[in-house]
C-alpha cells in the first residue's frame, strides 16, 4: 500500500460538494465587487518569497531544485505572484486593479485538524485605490464572502501593523524579527530581540498594547500606551469600521491590536477572520494592506488584499450545519438486452444533453444487479430500457426512493426528470 504523503488528503466526493459549493461562492461574491480571476503557476522562483514572506513562511516552503539547477518553490500563497505579474504585465492597466485567485496552496507546517500542507486559498487583491475606499472593500468582501459560504459564527478582529512599524525605529529585518515573536507571542524571544537591539524600554509597552481588543476605545488607549504615535493609524481604522455598515456589516467587527500576521509584508491595516467552532486552528481568512510592488521592481502603490482559508471555511459551513446537497445522479439508465443497448446510450445522451446528470450500466450487468448499483450511487430514478415498451415509445421508469415504477413516454423522459430536481441553495450575503 502507498500512503498518501503527510498533511495532505484525497477529498471525496462529498466533501467536494460542500467544497464546490463555497466555491462558487467565493467566485460570484469577488465577481459581484468587479473582481476578475488570475492564476499564477503553481511553483514559482524561490526568490520570489525569499526574504519577502518573513521568517514564518520562509521556513514551511516547499522548496527544491528542478533538473536545469533552478530554485523554485510550490507556492506557499497567492499574493506575491499576483504582484509579480502586476509589475512585470499590468503596470498600465487602468487602476485600481481588482484579481481574484483560488486554487491550493503549500506550506510544510505541523498537520493536524483544519492545519493541511496542501490546502485551497481563495485570495483577493486590490491595486492602487485610496487606503480607506480600498480597504474597506477588501475587509467587507471578505466578511461577506464568508457569509456567502456559510459560515455566520464569525468575528473579524481588526487592527494596524503600521502604528507598531511606527513605534519599533530599529532596522527592517530586526522590526520583522521583533514583530515575528510578538505574532508567535514568544515573549522570551522578544526580550531578547528587544535586548538585541537596544529597546528593552518598549517591552511592556509592546506586551500591553497587543494585549488590547474591543470597540473603539481602545483605539485611545493604544495610541495613549504607545506615546501618540500612530494617529493616523488610528483615526484610518475608525473611518473604515464606519464604512462597514454601508456594506450591511453591523456586527461581528471589533478592533484587535494584537493581529500581527505570519507574513512580513503589512505595513498598515490588518485583519483576521476567526470561527470559533473551529477549535485551535480557527483562523478562516486574513489579510490587510501591504507593500510588495517595489521589491519586484515597480513603482509603489498602495495594495491591500486577503485570503481565505477554504478548508476552514468547509469545515466550518459543515460545523453550522449548512446543508449542501450530497452528488446525486438524476437517472441511471438499465438496458435491458443487448439488442437495445445503442438505443439505451441515445436515450442518456438526449438526458445528459438537457444538463440532467445520467449515467448508464457499462458492465451489462443483469437488471437487478444494476438496480444495486444505481441505488449505490444515490441515483433518484432508474430508467429500464426494454424491447417491450420501446415498442410502445416507451421506457419503465423506477422511483428509487419510493420503489414505484410507471411507463413513460421516451420524448417526454427530461421533462419528467427534471420536474423534481432539488434546487441548489441559493447565495445570499445578508
Ligand atoms: P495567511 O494568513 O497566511 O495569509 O493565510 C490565509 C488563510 O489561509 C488563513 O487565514 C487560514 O485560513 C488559511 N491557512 C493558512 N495555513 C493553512 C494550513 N496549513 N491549512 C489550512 N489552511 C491554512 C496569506 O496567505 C496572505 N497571502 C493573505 C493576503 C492576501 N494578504 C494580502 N493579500
Known amino acids: 500500500m502507498i500512503e498518501r504523503p503527510r498533511g495532505t488528503r484525497d477529498l471525496d466526493p462529498a466533501y467536494l ?113 485610496t487606503p480607506l475606499d480600498a480597504d474597506a472593500e477588501t475587509t467587507a468582501l471578505a466578511v461577506l464572502s464568508v457569509r456567502a459560504a456559510g459560515a455566520r459564527r464569525v468575528e473579524t478582529r481588526i487592527g494596524h501593523i503600521g502604528m507598531l512599524r511606527a513605534y519599533l525605529t530599529v532596522p527592517k529585518e530586526v522590526q520583522g524579527r521583533i514583530l515575528h515573536a510578538l505574532d508567535k507571542r514568544d515573549f522570551p524571544k522578544l526580550h531578547q530581540e528587544l535586548d538585541k537591539a537596544g529597546q528593552l524600554d518598549a517591552e511592556a509597552t509592546l506586551r500591553d498594547v497587543i494585549a488590547l481588543r474591543g470597540g473603539p476605545e481602545i483605539l485611545k488607549q493604544a495610541s495613549d500606551l504607545l506615546g501618540g504615535v500612530g494617529g493616523e493609524a488610528f483615526e484610518h481604522l475608525m473611518r473604515l469600521s464606519d464604512r462597514l455598515p454601508a456594506y450591511g456589516i453591523r456586527e461581528g467587527v471589533i478592533f484587535d491590536m494584537g493581529i500581527i500576521r505570519g507574513l512580513a509584508y503589512y505595513t498598515g491595516m490588518v485583519f483576521q477572520i476567526h470561527a470559533p467552532t473551529l477549535g485551535a486552528e480557527d483562523q478562516i481568512g486574513g489579510g490587510g494592506s501591504y507593500a510588495l510592488a517595489e521589491l519586484f521592481g515597480g513603482e509603489p502603490i498602495f495594495s491591500t488584499g486577503f485570503a481565505i482559508g477554504m478548508d476552514r471555511v468547509v469545515l466550518a459551513s459543515g460545523a453550522e450545519g449548512v446543508a449542501v446537497p450530497p452528488p446525486k445522479l438524476d437517472a441511471y439508465v438499465v438496458p435491458i438486452g443487448d439488442a437495445i443497448r445503442g438505443k439505451a446510450f441515445e436515450i442518456t445522451a438526449n438526458l445528459r444533453g438537457t444538463g440532467l446528470k445520467v449515467d448508464i450500466d457499462l458492465v451489462g450487468r443483469g437488471p437487478s444487479k444494476n438496480l444495486d448499483y444505481a441505488n449505490a450511487m444515490g441515483a433518484r430514478w432508474a430508467v429500464l430500457v426494454g424491447d417491450k415498451e420501446l415498442a410502445k415509445g416507451n421506457v419503465a421508469l423506477r422511483n428509487m426512493e419510493t420503489g414505484e415504477q410507471r411507463e413513460v413516454a ?12 432539488p434546487l441548489m441553495g441559493g447565495v445570499e450575503f445578508h
Open 410 to 421: 421516451v420524448a417526454e423522459l427530461a421533462s419528467v426528470l427534471g420536474m423534481d430536481k
Open 17 to 129: 460538494a460542500r467544497h464546490s459549493f463555497v466555491e462558487s461562492a467565493f467566485r460570484r461574491a469577488a465577481e459581484s465587487f468587479g473582481y476578475r480571476q488570475m492564476l499564477p503557476p503553481t511553483f514559482e522562483p524561490l526568490e520570489l518569497f525569499h526574504a519577502k514572506a518573513g521568517p514564518g513562511i520562509e521556513q514551511e516552503m516547499y522548496a527544491f531544485k528542478d533538473k536545469a539547477g533552478r530554485d523554485l518553490v510550490l507556492r506557499p500563497e497567492f499574493t506575491a505572484g499576483v504582484l509579480r505579474y502586476y509589475v512585470n504585465e499590468l503596470r498600465n492597466a487602468p487602476k485600481p486593479i481588482k484579481l481574484y485567485s483560488l486554487g491550493p496552496v503549500f506550506r510544510y507546517e505541523e498537520p493536524q485538524h483544519g492545519r493541511y500542507r496542501e490546502f485551497w486559498q481563495f485570495n483577493c487583491e486590490i491595486l492602487g485605490g
